[in-house]
């Protein structure tokens, strides 16, 4: 599984509406995007919920890296790149993915949270990837409204990335958490995020 997300900053004083007419439009083509595990496509408004700048940053999950290289070598991606101009790409090498046993409806996540995590170069990376495996799963099952977690490695930066699928709004999560609005979830590989990696 890859992670990857690209986050397009604002200016102070644009129409989040566009953005939000822009997913209403065109986010329902992913729905069928081949290979496409999970895609939530991710606002933040300058103002609300401790957002100091609007932000268009969708995340992906890919559980193999051909079909995330589909996407960014075909027309949905040049898309954004002729509307914002060529973002920062940032990808993270899977290392864990937790279902809720709870829920099964991948289009019920309504905002998602994410958090980071510095490492020592030095980490056992056998005793990490358990470690959050077995969070994961903890967190996933005892946690009301936590649909999903996945987590990421930056082996460049040595640090964990971890994202939260909640089934609740952002007016129900901790305002010390960075959270984003869901405005849209694709999921036509949902199932296949769970099937062991093949890459």
């Known amino acids: 599984m890859i992670i990857k997300q690209y986050q397009i900053s604002l200016p102070a004083d644009y129409r989040m509406q566009v953005i939000r007419d822009r997913v209403a439009s065109r986010g329902a083509s992913f729905d069928t995007f ?9 606002i933040r408004e300058k103002g609300k919920f401790g957002a100091m700048a ?79 495996a077995t969070i994961a799963a903890e967190r996933v099952n005892a946690t009301k409204g936590l649909f999903a977690r996945a987590v990421g490695l930056d082996p460049r930066g040595w640090r964990l990335v971890r994202f939260d699928y909640w089934t609740q709004p952002q007016a129900d999560l901790s305002s010390e958490l960075l959270s984003y609005e869901v405005l849209h979830v694709s999921a036509p590989a949902f199932d296949d995020l769970m099937a062991p990696a093949r890459d």
């Not at 898309?79 to 899977?94: Q, T």
């Not at 949270?113 to 990376?125: G, H, K, W």
Request: proline share 8%; hydrophobic share 40%.
């Open 54 to 132: 609007n932000e268009y940053s969708p995340v992906y999950l890919w559980p193999q890296t051909g079909s995330m290289w589909d996407f960014l070598a075909g027309p949905a991606f040049e898309a954004i790149k002729e509307s914002f101009g060529v973002p920062l790409v940032n990808a993270w090498p899977g290392l864990v993915f937790a279902q809720s046993e709870n829920s099964t409806d991948p289009t019920t996540i309504a905002s998602v949270t994410r958090e980071e995590e510095c490492l020592l170069p030095d980490t056992n990376l056998t005793e990490l990837r358990h470690r959050e």
């Open 34 to 42: 081949a290979g496409l595990g999970l895609k939530c496509f991710l």
